[in-house]
């Protein structure tokens, strides 16, 4: 069984401050990682992709994979009250045509 | 242009009842994917269908199924309903594979089994 573990919060962090949510996997031949964001009540929504070790940035957000210690990572600069919401991450299993498994999310509080 | 459009949003069912979920796709995405989520499970995977054939199938009993029609439109059915059914269904739409590309969901149908 494939597993991603995140914890499951709240991480409660303040207004403008940097946001740092992690994820480990289980699969070690995975090749592509996702983060998404699911406010309350709403599906979830893809805001990062990262395949390669080492950094990725979009905006605000910077997504950081080492799949040596199959570790990955999103930070959230300068983070705003409506970034709070409930962040998975995902994980492509290696493989055939591959599955996607999700962890089970970790909820952020940005506090104004 | 349109994202990904799933019907009904809201259904009520009594158990034994069966029960079939849409889902349309973004035009030109041939993927479809199915999960299951629940606030204890989180997101749980159902199938995915490409051109009309199922390529992937998680851990769930027969009684859930689903198929792809030409027009890359998704369809699941779920018979036999019992209470632990009870959950929202999300399409997830990717142009090739959701594990390459990732996916953009559909807004869900909320199942409630009675």
């Known amino acids: 069984q494939k597993e991603v573990e995140q914890n499951s919060g709240p991480l409660s962090v303040p207004e403008g401050a940097i946001a740092s949510l992690n994820c480990t996997y289980s699969?070690?031949?995975?090749?592509?990682f996702f983060w998404y964001r699911q406010y309350s009540g709403k599906s979830p929504e893809l805001i990062m992709s990262?395949?390669?070790?080492g950094d990725k940035e979009d905006g605000r957000f910077t997504a950081q994979l080492n799949k040596a210690s199959q570790y990955v990572s999103l930070l959230i600069r300068d983070s705003q009250p409506s970034d709070s919401a409930t962040y998975l991450c995902?994980?492509?299993?290696?493989?055939?045509?591959?599955?996607?498994?999700f962890g089970t999310g970790t909820k952020l509080q940005v506090i104004p | 242009k349109a994202g990904v459009t799933q019907t009904p949003r809201y259904l009520i069912k009594t158990r034994g009842q069966q029960v079939t979920l849409s889902c349309s796709p973004i035009?030109?995405?041939?993927?479809v994917s199915w999960y299951q989520q629940t606030p204890g499970q989180g997101l749980q995977f159902l199938f995915e269908?490409?051109?009309?054939?199922?390529?992937n199938k998680g851990n769930f009993p027969g009684r859930f199924s689903g198929r792809q029609f030409s027009n890359s439109r998704s369809e699941m059915n779920v018979s036999t309903l019992e209470l632990g059914d009870s959950a929202l269904y999300l399409c997830?739409?990717?142009?090739?594979?959701?594990?390459?590309?990732?996916?953009?969901f559909g807004s869900g149908t909320r199942l409630t089994v009675v």
């Open positions: 997830a739409s990717s142009v090739e594979q959701g594990a390459i590309y990732g996916y953009t």
């Open positions: 699969d070690r031949g995975s090749q592509s």
């Open positions: 990262i395949y390669s070790n």
């Open positions: 995902a994980v492509g299993d290696s493989g055939g045509y591959q599955k996607v498994t």
């Open positions: 035009s030109g995405h041939r993927s």
């Open positions: 269908y490409f051109s009309e054939t199922q390529r």
